[in-house]
């Protein structure tokens, strides 16, 4: 049994298996004690072959197809691993140390049984990821995507350093005021995990065939950027360039004390599903603020953390992907939880299959 999910037992007949910290327990109804007889069993020390005998050992009248049973059962429920398994190759003994609190996090929450206890650290080494955007939502982003171990960051932004960026921004300092804000993000995530390779450029992003060009060959984006702002500027660049790619990304933001992300996959909805639903809902001439200055260092970095979780779950597939959704919190009105999969737009400009394809043939004859 993975020891974040010891199983304990109520009365003669029902077994609990996990912790609700996790939110992934369950309940097993075992009237004739044999889930608990295999669970016991399962110290890390038998086979499952093993088990299955001592089982049989056990309950006399049980056959050897229904002690296998049992046995198969507990095994793809998900909250069983393989103590045999060797470790990954791919993974030093430093990145094993480095990573062991992952590990423990994502044994924790995944339900799908893997090769080993690894494979979501290994996931996000092979990955390459794009943050658009270095200020409040992207400094924290790119900090959490670099301690977390993904393997290749490539962080886009123009601006300068300012004094103002100081109160939220987590990479910058004081002595860092005027200069580029990709040269310091750069060196200071190398110092955070010198074994991910993190790269930038100093860019503008001025229409929506910049965007495609620059995302492309990625594994997910973090777009962190807010401009040029506006229905027809950056993150509808970012929806459509990566929906030609067939990339997963992440728009985090804050307006105030409400902190949000969507996370937008290849099959969409999409962002402009979403916004077309928002106007939809108000009445003619009422416009839709999707983000101000007004934020404070909680704020930016709830922001940052949401999406980077976002871009972790596209990366590693834990949770299992399960479309596009929206959620956030209000940070002065913690019982006002954000949450919502937005149906498609009849008709979107972007995700329906007409636009789709002609997007794809665009992107080809170019």
């Avoid at 599903?273 to 106007?279: E, M, P, S, Y």
Wanted: proline share 7%; aromatic share 6%.
């Amino acid at each position: 049994m993975k020891a974040q999910h010891r199983p304990h037992r109520y009365g003669d007949d029902r077994i609990r298996i996990g912790g609700s910290i996790y939110g992934v327990a369950a309940e097993i109804n075992d009237p004739d004690g044999y889930a608990w007889a295999a669970l016991t069993a399962m110290d890390g020390t038998r086979t499952p072959d093993e088990v299955a005998a001592r089982l049989r050992h056990a309950f006399p009248g049980l056959t050897a197809a229904e002690a296998a049973g049992v046995v198969g059962l507990l095994l793809y429920s998900g909250y069983v691993e393989d103590a045999a398994a060797p470790g990954p190759e791919e993974l030093s003994l430093r990145e094993l140390e480095r990573y062991s609190r992952n590990a423990a996090f994502f044994r924790g929450v995944d339900l799908t049984p893997r090769e080993h206890g690894w494979e979501a650290q290994v996931r996000l080494k092979r990955s390459r990821v794009l943050v658009l955007g270095l200020g409040g939502t992207g400094s924290h982003t790119a900090w959490a995507l670099a301690a977390c171990g993904v393997g290749e960051i490539h962080c886009v932004d123009r601006d300068l350093v300012e004094l103002s960026n100081l109160t939220r921004q987590a990479l910058y300092r004081e002595a860092d005021i005027g200069r580029p804000k990709v040269d310091v993000a750069v060196a200071r995530l190398a110092e955070v995990n010198s074994s991910v390779r993190v790269t930038g450029e100093i860019r503008a992003i001025e229409c929506e065939e910049d965007m495609l060009g620059l995302v492309r060959g990625f594994d997910a984006v973090a777009m962190c950027a807010d401009e040029p702002a506006g229905r027809g500027g950056i993150r509808v660049w970012a929806n459509r360039a990566c929906l030609a790619e067939k990339i997963p990304w992440a728009l985090g933001g804050y307006n105030g004390p409400l902190v949000s992300v969507g996370a937008f996959t290849p099959d969409g909805p999409c962002y402009e599903c979403l916004t077309a639903g928002i106007d939809a809902s108000l009445a003619p001439g009422i416009p839709v603020d999707l983000g101000g200055p007004g934020v404070i260092a909680p704020s930016a970095g709830v922001s940052g953390h949401l999406t980077a979780q976002a871009v972790i779950a596209f990366l590693t597939g834990i949770p299992a992907p399960s479309g596009s959704y929206v959620t956030g919190v209000n940070l002065i009105a913690p019982d006002q939880h954000v949450y919502t999969r937005h149906p498609a737009a009849p008709g979107c400009p972007a995700c329906t299959p007409d636009a789709l394809r002609a997007e794809t043939l665009g992107s080809v004859a170019g």
